[in-house]
């Protein structure tokens, strides 16, 4: 079955201080990796779709990237907005398979 | 906001209980997805619906069923309940299978 870490658990970094999450996989014949935005208590909220090494996809102060055995979501002058966990996923059939999550806490 | 609805957002049952979940997808999506969020476990997918038919199961308990409507909306049915499904469970909807899910509010189910 394929396998999803994500490291670190948890991240807490000052305003503005940018840092890269990481989500690192096993699967035989990447489908499409996926990153999610989850608050507390709310639905994970997709933000990017990769599917093939060397791709990258920015939106706002976030941009991910894949490599053939992982994917890095690097976070630029993070706001305090930016806390959450970021799930990563691959898919396998027709399911996702989650990390377990970056805990980002961002303080002002 | 996703355009995945699921109905109740807090539900508070006993254990022994069934319990219906209900999730509406997206408009023009033909997939919906269920996943179960507990703290130790993570999301975990249980069963995926196309147009009606069952496409995928994951690791869904017998006491657990699903079905998805002629309108596309979907019911997670959970029976026999304990202590141990109280979870987030949450509906997800795409297009079809391959393409990126979109996730609903979630149903927060407390057994006592």
């Known amino acids: 079955e394929d396998q999803v870490t994500q490291s670190p658990e948890a991240l807490r970094l000052q305003e503005g201080e940018s840092s890269s999450l990481n989500c690192s996989y096993t699967?035989?014949?990447?489908?499409?990796l996926f990153w999610y935005r989850q608050d507390p208590g709310k639905g994970p909220e997709f933000l990017f779709t990769?599917?093939?090494a060397g791709e990258e996809k920015e939106k706002e102060r976030l941009k991910a990237t894949l490599t053939k055995k992982e994917s890095f979501l690097h976070i630029t002058a993070p706001k305090p907005e930016d806390s959450a966990t970021y799930l990563c996923a691959v898919q396998e059939d027709q399911k996702l398979v989650f990390g377990q999550g970056t805990r980002l806490t961002i303080n002002p | 906001d996703s355009g995945v609805t699921q109905t109740p957002k807090h539900l508070i049952t006993a254990t022994g209980q069934r319990v219906t979940l209900r999730c509406s997808p997206r408009?023009?999506?033909?997939?919906v997805y269920w996943y179960q969020q507990s703290l130790d476990q993570g999301l975990q997918f249980l069963i995926q619906?196309?147009?009606?038919?069952?496409?995928a199961k994951g690791n869904i308990l017998e006491r657990f069923s699903a079905q998805q409507f002629p309108d596309l909306h979907s019911e997670l049915n959970l029976s026999s309940l304990e202590l141990g499904d109280s979870a987030l469970y949450f509906c997800?909807?795409?297009?079809?299978?391959?393409?990126?899910?979109?996730f609903g509010p979630g149903t927060r189910l407390t057994v006592t």
């Open positions: 997800a909807s795409s297009a079809g299978g391959g393409t990126e899910q979109y």
């Open positions: 408009s023009g999506d033909l997939s």
């Open positions: 699967v035989s014949g990447l489908r499409g």
């Open positions: 619906y196309y147009n009606g038919e069952e496409r």
């Open positions: 990769l599917y093939s």
